[in-house]
């Protein structure tokens, strides 16, 4: 089994700063790619921030220079820092790690958080 557990959502005014979190665990043999997706009401998911294992990462025009995606490989964690929140960066934000649970590539697969709530207060 594996999980992936979000933490770090909240209220902030806009022009604020959240940092989320996501600790993997459970049966990983290796994590590549491990990124961060959000979703609000009436629209559909979308990539906001992805960091490979080897740390080149990748982010939806709407939030560069302003996240920044960061990862421990040791601890099998991710990390997203948010400044200069705007209302419009309200949504739902999941985890996503594209990991192996063993040495077997058969084993890998997409795996998602249960999300955490970022609200952006005007």
């Known amino acids: 089994q594996v999980q992936l557990v979000e933490s770090g959502g909240g209220l902030v005014q806009a022009g604020g700063s959240l940092r989320l979190s996501c600790a993997a665990s459970?049966?990983?043999?290796?994590?590549?790619?491990m990124a961060w997706y959000r979703q609000s009401p009436g629209k559909q998911r979308e990539m906001v921030a992805t960091?490979?294992?080897?740390?080149?990462?990748g982010y939806a025009d709407s939030v560069k220079g302003r996240f920044t995606i960061s990862r421990d490989n040791a601890k099998n964690m991710v990390y997203l820092q948010m400044n200069s929140l705007k209302p419009e960066d309200t949504a739902v934000y999941y985890c996503?790690?594209?990991?192996?649970?063993?040495?077997?590539?058969?084993?890998?697969?997409?795996?998602w958080g249960q999300g955490t709530q970022v609200t952006v207060s005007s």
């Open positions: 459970g049966s990983i043999f290796r994590i590549n790619a």
């Open positions: 960091m490979t294992s080897g740390g080149r990462t």
């Open positions: 996503n790690a594209d990991l192996q649970r063993s040495i077997s590539s058969s084993t890998r697969a997409d795996y």
